[in-house]
């Protein structure tokens, strides 16, 4: 056996480096990847939590009826559909028809 | 050639061969998995909201972007099985897109306008109803009016706090009716309380008006004992606003207000009581 097929000391060592180095650089890569889907994650969630409970609240003021979404938004209610927050609602003339994100799923 | 190959293996040259696999290797890996963050992280932020109300013998659709990565809507599937293949625009945040239907739509198929690969097929929401009457305040008064023989009476009435021009008038004579009493009911669709005015007289000198919202009552004679209560709980305490005696007949006015969703039951009763006028 020569010297030259031999590995040396120095070549393991470096070896061991850059394997250490590559799985840091993968494992902090991963993290840095993933970090959008785990927020988007939260994101989705949170936005189906908010979802579940967006309603409508109705009152008449003056002969007219009126929808109250969240945040302060509201609307008069026509006899044509129109949308109030992320709800759509229209007066049908007995009764009032509304579609909200709480709704529970057509059909 | 073992040795060459042994050299490859052991030598510098050889490790970095290695090195440059194990890199593409990991590159690669991280690379797809990448593509499939990516891809679900598109999906997570699809945040399409489809609602539906049933509108002119048919179904409203509508569909709103509460996100911020723009979206297509694609299809609509119906109830009956069939699809309604839409291309829309992009949505952005709050934009909306409306479709008249005359089949239920269940469900939307949206897709991504950053990568059109990424779709969600999303439940439509159904719709609710409340009853406008009762938001308005409207209701139904339901009276009626039972006038003893002899008795005449005018039942009034006129929606006070507002300018919904709701009035009218009953009129019930017992005058001729042989004994009999006479009676009419009437149903008034009241925006808010009603005025009931009840205009009675008859040839003797004395009008009971009984009242009876319901189990409740208030009965009112003008002689002798003005207005009493029933134990059981007022709900209308009647008002005598007039009253007129001639030698032989007596005018009463009485007043109630009445609010919507009630059912009143006025009697007019005619006693003959002499000796007061």
Redesign the interface.
């Given at each position: 056996m020569t010297t030259?097929?031999?590995?040396t000391r120095g070549?393991s060592s470096?070896?061991t480096a850059?394997?250490m180095a590559?799985a840091i650089?993968?494992i902090i890569?991963?993290v840095a990847?993933?970090w959008?889907?785990v927020k988007?994650?939260f994101?989705?969630n949170s936005?189906a939590g908010s979802?579940g409970t967006y309603k409508l609240d109705?009152?008449?003021k003056g002969?007219e009826?009126y929808a109250y979404a969240q945040n302060g938004v509201s609307a008069e209610v026509n006899n044509t559909?129109g949308?109030v927050g992320?709800?759509?609602?229209?007066?049908?003339?007995?009764?009032?028809?509304?579609?909200?994100?709480?709704?529970?799923?057509?059909? | 050639m073992s040795?060459v190959i042994?050299?490859v293996i052991?030598?510098?040259m050889g490790?970095i061969i290695?090195?440059v696999i194990?890199?593409a290797v990991?590159g690669g890996?991280?690379y797809g998995?990448?593509l499939y963050?990516?891809h679900?992280?598109l999906e997570?932020?699809l945040?399409p909201?489809a609602?539906?109300?049933?509108?002119q013998g048919g179904y409203?659709l509508?569909i709103?972007n509460?996100?911020y990565e723009p979206f297509t809507v694609r299809q609509v599937y119906l109830?009956g099985g069939s699809t309604l293949s839409v291309n829309t625009k992009p949505l952005t945040h709050n934009q909306?897109f409306?479709e008249q239907t005359n089949q239920?739509?269940?469900a939307v198929r949206v897709c991504s306008a950053i990568d059109p690969r990424v779709c969600e097929i999303i439940?439509?929401?159904?719709?609710?109803?409340?009853?406008?009457?009762s938001?308005?305040?409207i209701g139904w008064v339901n009276m009626t009016v039972l006038v003893d023989w002899w008795c005449h009476a005018t039942v009034s009435w006129a929606a006070i706090g507002?300018d919904?021009g709701t009035s009218g008038s009953v009129t019930v004579s017992a005058y001729n009716s042989f004994g009999e009493p006479a009676y009419e009911t009437v149903s008034v669709r009241a925006?808010g309380p009603l005025l009931i005015t009840i205009d009675s007289s008859n040839i003797y000198n004395e009008v009971t008006v009984t009242v009876a919202p319901g189990k409740y009552f208030c009965s009112l004679q003008y002689i002798p004992q003005g207005c009493y209560i029933h134990p059981t709980g007022p709900s209308i305490t009647p008002l005598l606003i007039y009253h007129n005696c001639g030698v032989y007949t007596c005018s009463f006015e009485w007043m109630i207000i009445a609010e919507p969703n009630t059912a009143l039951f006025i009697h007019v009763s005619c006693y003959v009581h002499t000796g007061v006028g």
């Open positions: 030259r097929t031999r590995r070549q470096v070896f850059v394997i590559l650089i993968a890569a991963a990847i993933s959008p889907m988007s994650s994101d989705k936005w979802m109705f009152g008449a002969g009826i559909p949308t992320y709800c759509i609602t229209y007066n049908g003339g007995d009764y009032i028809y509304y579609s909200c994100p709480s709704n529970q799923p057509a059909g | 040795w042994e050299e052991t030598s510098t490790f290695a090195m194990l890199s990991i890996g991280l998995y990448w963050v990516n679900i992280t997570n932020e945040m909201i609602e539906v109300v049933p509108y409203y509508a709103v509460t996100g109830k909306w409306f239920l739509p269940i439940p439509v929401h159904g719709w609710s109803v409340v009853d406008a009457d938001l308005l305040g507002g919904y925006p």
